[in-house]
Nanobody, 126 residues
Framework: QVQLVESGGGLVQAGGSLRLSCGVS????????MGWFRQAPGKEREFVAA???????TYSDSVKGRFTISRDNAKNTVYLQMNSLKPEDTAVYYC????????????????????WGQGTQVTVSS
């Protein structure tokens, strides 16, 4: 059984930074792409960033240049470094594991991810 556990959320002022972490167990971590998504109150879950097993990354336009996704295969952990945070970044952030091994072209399509964490709240005050 795949388990994903996020941490690192919290309250930060606009312009500040946070780093989210997501530990993964139950599958060979380095074989799968990983993604971060977020969901604000009253809105649909949206793609934030993804990293494939070769560490190739992709970002949504709303976070490009401010957020960085990375992975440490030795620690079975994926990170999301968030800088220059804005109030509109306020959401519950979820990490997710791709459902297909060795996928090279990662996307923000939610259906491609088969395992999800419980989410961590990020609140950015103005």
């Amino acid at each position: 059984q795949v388990q994903l556990v996020e941490s690192g959320g919290g309250l930060v002022q606009a312009g500040g930074s946070l780093r989210l972490s997501c530990g993964v167990s139950g599958r060979p971590f380095n074989h799968y792409a990983m993604g971060w998504f977020r969901q604000a109150p009253g809105k649909e879950r949206e793609f934030v960033a993804a990293i494939n097993w070769r560490a190739v990354t992709t970002y949504s336009d709303s976070v490009k240049g401010r957020f960085t996704i990375s992975r440490d295969n030795a620690k079975n952990t994926v990170y999301l470094q968030m800088n220059s945070l804005k109030p509109e970044d306020t959401a519950v952030y979820y990490c997710a594991s791709d459902g297909i091994r060795w996928r090279t072209v990662v996307s923000g399509t939610i259906d491609e991810y088969d395992s999800w964490g419980q989410g961590t709240q990020v609140t950015v005050s103005s």
